[in-house]
């Protein structure tokens, strides 16, 4: 690629700026509680079956999911081979300037953010989950909570919802400052962004793993 079309990919505008600009990213770091305790009906598991205990902000309210009209299977999966990481993908939407995924089995395309999947090739493609502290959800796949770094390299190989990516990178961002960080909602040809909180080994989850990616070749 030449420096000229480098250019003018980096100034490719997002496809929902207006959006993005208001979007208040929050991806909450939660504590388990051991599963033999009696917790209320319903109460949301991790991918070992621990059931999570929920602070203020931890998932949406019930009006909030029900307007990012969440599917929790889409039937299809995340999935990163290195790590033995293959779990369930579902969908979201970004609704009232805000994004928190409201499961913590599962990984998220959003919807409205990017493209879909159909249009991986045009654009790019949003992809979210929980992590947990003592705990494990999708997101604790990616990252050492002891070194705060990813597991991932770049290099390794990456299936969302069946469509084969190649890992560029990745980088910690301050949550505060993930809304304003311009470049990452860049509405890129055959990109992926990928994004959970980073737990701490002490107190609640301060920064955002951020991991990008471009497609694999046919």
């Known amino acids: 690629m030449s420096p000229h079309d480098q250019a003018a990919r980096s100034r490719r505008a997002p496809r929902r700026s207006v959006l993005v600009l208001f979007l208040v990213l929050f991806l909450a770091g939660v504590v388990l509680v051991a599963s033999s305790l009696v917790l209320r009906a319903g109460a949301p598991v991790d991918l070992e079956g621990n059931a999570v205990a929920l602070g203020e902000g931890d998932v949406p309210d019930a009006g909030v999911i029900a307007e990012m009209d969440v599917v929790a299977d889409s039937g299809l999966r995340f999935a990163v081979p290195a790590l033995g990481m293959d779990v369930p993908m579902g969908e979201l939407s970004v609704v009232r300037s805000a994004l928190t995924p409201p499961g913590f089995v599962q990984a998220y395309r959003v919807r409205n953010l990017g493209v879909g999947l159909d249009q991986a090739a045009d654009g790019t493609v949003y992809v979210v989950m929980h992590s947990v502290n003592r705990g494990f959800a999708p997101g604790n796949y990616l990252f ?28 910690l961002i301050d949550k505060t400052a993930l809304p304003t960080t311009g470049t990452l909602w860049t509405d890129e040809p055959g990109r992926v ?17 951020v991991i990008t990616g471009h497609l694999a070749a046919a």
Do not use: E, F, H
């Not at 290099?155 to 919802?161: E, K, L, P, Q, S």
């Not at 909180?197 to 920064?207: E, I, N, V």
């Open 144 to 171: 050492d909570v002891a070194s705060a770094t990813a597991r991932v390299t770049a290099g390794d190989a990456m299936t969302v919802g069946g469509i084969d990516y190649v890992v560029d990178g990745s980088q």
């Open 193 to 209: 962004v990928v994004i959970t909180c980073l737990q701490r080994t002490q107190g609640r989850s301060l920064q955002n793993l």
